[in-house]
């Protein structure tokens, strides 16, 4: 099973792909991770603009192309994806602590649908 896709989903709802948290505490630590019963699918995200569902987080096809022609679309879509990446490494470090202190069965591992 090729796990680029795979989630680690932390108790807030935030998501970690399994490739990065690999890389921040091993391995072994994810392995230890209870599997989700969610599974990562072309449903899993929703467009925060029209609720559109969608394998990957963030503005659906068609939102994207309504925001390059409407500037207060465009302004929510930045904010929202800055706002996205400037919480990345909280949601990083809260990870991290969680494995520390091996809290595995507060986080999820969800496999992606192959």
């Avoid at 690999?22 to 209870?34: D, N, S």
């Avoid at 192309?65 to 949601?91: G, I, Q, T, V």
């Amino acid at each position: 099973m090729d796990d680029y896709y795979d989630l680690i989903e932390l108790p807030s709802g935030a998501h970690i792909p399994v490739p990065i948290a690999k890389k921040l505490v091993g391995e072994e630590a994810v392995r230890k991770i209870p599997v989700s019963h969610k599974v990562r699918n072309e449903l899993f995200f929703e467009c925060p603009i029209c609720g559109e569902r969608g394998f990957y987080s963030g503005l659906c096809p068609d939102c994207w192309l309504d925001a390059e022609h409407d500037d207060e679309l465009e302004e929510f879509a930045n904010k929202w994806y800055y706002m996205r990446m400037s919480d990345y490494p909280l949601k990083e470090k809260a990870f991290v602590n969680m494995v520390k202190k091996r809290r595995f069965r507060k986080l999820r591992y969800i496999k992606a649908e192959e």
